[in-house]
């Protein structure tokens, strides 16, 4: 079964993902506490991160373990409007609110090319 570890403050979105997520077939875990995302991370090693742009900063800290790195991250945001400074270490990016469809597209892609998965 793949995993997919959910990386965002808002705790409702976090809510729904995971049961859509789930419902799609993915073991699904989630955390809005920085620490608790790397600890996760170590002991769930997911096939894929989805993570929210505020949580932006955490990605380089996750992406400095070699253990990790090669892990795709799928970033979530709500900003549309003005350019992204993607010098994120992302995979793969989604605009809010979320197209299912797409959103599902994505996931496959990424944890289907994930060969560490």
């Not at 990790?68 to 793969?92: H, Q, R």
């Amino acid at each position: 079964m793949k995993k997919i570890l959910v990386i965002n403050n808002d705790f409702d979105t976090m809510i729904l993902l995971k049961r859509w997520l789930e419902n799609k077939g993915y073991k699904v875990k989630f955390t809005g506490n920085r620490q608790a995302a790397i600890n996760l991370i170590k002991e769930f090693v997911p096939s894929l991160i989805l993570i929210d742009i505020m949580q932006g900063p955490l990605l380089h800290n996750i992406k400095s373990y070699k253990k990790f790195e090669s892990i795709p991250v799928l970033l979530m945001t709500g900003y549309t409007s003005k350019p992204l400074d993607i010098n994120l270490a992302i995979d793969d990016l989604i605009t809010k609110p979320f197209d299912l469809a797409l959103l599902e597209a994505k996931i496959k892609r990424l944890v289907n090319n994930n060969v560490e998965a």
